[in-house]
């Protein structure tokens, strides 16, 4: 017995195995490419070809002018991982010139005696993209809009690095031993409240999200209700209003005062 | 004639040491979303536990099994010395450094993406590089049987393969191909990203490479257990094997429809069309056949040995089993685990009523039904059936390994029965943190709880196991004779071609893969802009 004879349709192993493996990819071809689109209405399809693309997943191109822009402005900062993580001195330097401007509020060390945020030590891309938002007008303030409106891309940038750059400054309020509240852990999975340090911090960071140690507990509360009420939507895809809008007062009040609390 | 019997003795001890370390990491999970705890605050510690736990469980455990029963097969079946011992040892080597290097990340929380990756969730690019090195690892062993069926045809022309050989060789086959979509996964999405190379990456075409892994790395842990059905169990309890080809049959079905049909994994993912999704169904239910083809077969051979022990009527021959015997306890345990995991098996992959299961407690209750406790209880009747072989020495405590055996297969059940269930109420798969006082979930806090129970005894037949396996190292010496597999009812002198070689089987193998997945991966990566930003997990605090 020799291998030629195996792969001769003669031999009844090699055509019945080959034959039975071909028809069966052959007619559960016709049957899921052709036959069950074409006997689905909704698809709406002209024709078998039509119903082949469908059903091979051959992308459909989004008829056009479907979408409907908001009546407001929304934040046009693309966030990614690596923004604004390189210190690049010069820039540290600009920005530190640039930031006297900032300190009537957020203090010559970028940290606030005014309930204003604390920006020392805050993400880059944090700072940058909110004074991004509020130059565009997806974050309205009546302090920061004007001093953001004549920023350049560049100023943003450095004046990001600087106060990156600076050291985080605890809160008079520093106690790290309070434990921390259940929503700041776990979350509440039924109101589908992810838990808040899965993206600001004792779990995981995840790019864009702001450090919240040592944050004023005032400011963090007005945030939370601004966002709650809608009067602040700058949150990319509205990542922090639908969470705020499913928070209790109480629930808020405690990650405000538990933070501040943090280093 | 086992001699590399260090060899083959390294590698199942490796495999039950991390599955000892693996099987506690689960018992803990069961506790740890459980009822029974009232309150835990690092959800962090469950993911990585599951990181941990899938990984040895999934990849590493019964990659070893494979490896070492299959050196003992080629040994034994081939009655010859294992050509390449060198670069078993350096497969083992692999599997081992492999092994550390990824779970070094994971211990310390930079890696916690579970054992299915789920990009574009990225971690700790070590761990995939040591998912590779085990994956390579198993790639010479790969290499090593095919060459030993090779070395061995080349002298014995026209001699029909011994069965456990052909099923070792069709694994290793399967294991092979299957390992390649994982691979191309890992080489060319996930390590590039975790390295920062790239930000994006395409999680949709990197679903459907773990897809092409996915379903067929369950027929590979199977077949150890399936060479045990045919080639020992017979043996052990004094019979016949029914039908070597039928063997030869099943083992060749899994290599050619096992792989091409992982899309069933897919059903609720956007990116493959429904028509692929279809096909790939129609193939799942075609690799039912196989297995109904060895119960069949397993059945008649356990008819055999009691007829020929006197048992006799329609039913009565059943009780004639040697129930005494632990490979007879391990093999039936096994079938009737099998029996529910296939009834469940068949909802998963039917398209509508997968949806009402899909990514519940339910999936994880099946699997852990078809290979925590079918697959597995096999492993220890290869175990205790190798042992005295290997070590020399006698191995004797059958109470203990009864008593093992039993509680494995109540534990099991006790453990996966809730699990489903809770799954069909609803309850999400792979959360650390269930709110039990929520009136919605608090209906499912007694089965949660029961689950969690049938993990302890779970826990204790491995120790129990464990302890079998130290008590025989230390045993008196005793001969125990060359190792055997079964010997068929009819063995022809002849075979066909067909049932005797691999090529016509690999063919289809590669051209169905072709048919069933050219299109939707040449698709996903002709079309731009379907990459999404990664999500580094455990980055910078
Ligand atoms: C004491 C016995 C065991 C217990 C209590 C247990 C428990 C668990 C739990 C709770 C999970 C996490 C499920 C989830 O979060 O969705 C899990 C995952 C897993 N278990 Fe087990 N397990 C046990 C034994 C085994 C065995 C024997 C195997 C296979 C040999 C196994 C394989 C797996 C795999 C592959 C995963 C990953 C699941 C996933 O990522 O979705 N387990 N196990
Ligand atoms: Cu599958």
Redesign the interface.
Known sequence: MSEDELYSPRNPWFSISVGVTAAIAVLSAIVGLIWLPLLQPDLKLSGIWDAICSAAGVPNLPRPAAAVPPTFKTSNVVVTPEMLTRQDQVSIGRGATLAQRCAICHGPQGVSDANSPNLAGQYAAVTYKELNDFKTGARVNVVMSPFAANMTDQDMRDVALYYAYLPRVPSSQLNPGLPPPAIVVTGAPLRNIPPCGSCHGEIDIKAGSPWLGGQSAVYIKAQLQAFAAGTRRNDISEQMRNIARQMTAEEIDQVARYYEAQP | MLINKRLILAHFWLAFIVFGAALVLGAWQMFERSPLNVWH????FYYRSVTAHGTVMGYVFPTLIAMGFGYAISEAALERPLVGRRWAWAGIALVAIGSVVAMVPVSLGLASVLYTFYPPMIGNVFYYIGVVLVVVGSWIWVALMSINLAVWKRDNR?KPVPLAMFANVAGSYLWGWTAVGAALELIFQIIPTAL?LT?TIDAGLARVFFSWTLHAIVYFWLIPTYIAYYTIFPRAIGGRLYSDAMGRVAFIMFV?VAMPIGVHHLFADP?????????QS??TG?VALPTLLTVFTICASAEIASRLRGGRGAFGWIRALPWENPIMVATALSLVMLGFGGAGGLINMSYQLNTSIHNTQWVTGHFHLIFGGAIVIMYFAIAYDLWPHLTGRTLDSYGLMRTQLWLWFIGMIVTTFPWHYVGILGMPRR?A???YA?P??SPQAFSVTMSAFGGLILLTSGILFLIVLVRGQFAPRGEAGAYTFAIPLHMPA?L????N?F??WLA?MI??TV??YG??IG?LMA?RNTSV?????????
């Open positions: 605050l690092n959800p962090e026209d920062g930000t050619v990116q493959v069309g429904a028509g692929f999704k279809f096909m129609v193939f075609l959360m943190f269930y709110d929520n919605a979930i002849r066909p071609v067909a049932l070689s090529g016509l289809l051209g169905l048919v069933n299109y939707p698709q079309v930003p990664a999500v580094y997990v455990g980055a910078s605090r």
